[in-house]
């Protein structure tokens, strides 16, 4: 398989319209702050001091992301897997993120780009509680650019689609695939697991 050079692509690809490139606004403005408070979950990307790229989800009550001017973002972080792998590059690396915000039945996502910065100052963090507790540390994001992606993507996925769904039981329990992928730990059903998961949210 041969790599593409940028010549390559700029004879695969026309040139975007210039509504496409007008779009991207260097702030939030009313549009894509009333859909970040309709988000429930979004895909948080960073890129290490070595080059490497992570994307992690993020999750909580539609407007769990506030939005704090608009220049500004504040991401509560809530318990995961302890990794920190996006934070570690936030303060290793350039500290420049990406999010993609998705509204569940709404085709169109927005993207935002800008500067991150962590905080763990305790009147902030009190005042970010949610699901009966504090995060442990808040993303500050200092935005750049913000601008909507058309729905094409999800509309291919049918992702909103109910006959798209998929049964829980095609997949053994992540616990069952962790367990034969490490051998370590105990496996547990999928209910266990959710269980589990509702205490440490």
């Not at 009333?34 to 290490?48: D, E, Q, R, Y």
């Not at 999800?154 to 490490?182: F, K, N």
């Not at 496996?187 to 440490?200: F, I, L, N």
Request: neutral net charge; contains cysteine.
């Amino acid at each position: 398989m041969a790599d593409l050079s940028a010549s390559d692509l700029s004879t695969i690809y026309p040139s975007p319209r210039p509504r496409v490139i007008a779009k991207a606004r260097p702030e939030i403005d009313a549009y894509a702050k009333k859909f970040i408070g309709m988000s429930p979950f979004c895909v948080l990307a960073t890129s290490g001091s070595d080059g490497s790229v992570d994307a992690s989800p993020r999750g909580g009550n539609p407007g769990f992301v506030h939005v704090a001017g608009p220049n500004q973002l504040l991401m509560p972080d809530r318990s995961g897997n302890n990794r920190i792998d996006s934070f570690r590059n936030i303060v290793e690396g350039s500290g420049f993120v990406q999010l993609i915000f998705f509204v569940p039945g709404i085709d169109e996502t927005l993207r935002v780009g800008g500067k991150g910065e962590l905080s763990a100052e305790p009147d902030l963090l009190a005042s970010m509680e949610e699901f009966g507790k504090p995060p442990r540390a808040v993303l500050s994001i200092s935005v750049h650019e913000a601008y909507f992606h058309c729905g094409k993507a999800l509309m291919r996925s049918r992702l909103w689609s109910p006959d798209a769904r998929v049964e829980r039981t095609m997949l053994p329990s992540i616990s069952q695939v962790i367990h034969d992928q490490t051998k370590l730990g105990e496996p547990e059903s999928q209910a266990e697991v959710e269980a589990r998961y509702r205490t440490q949210l």
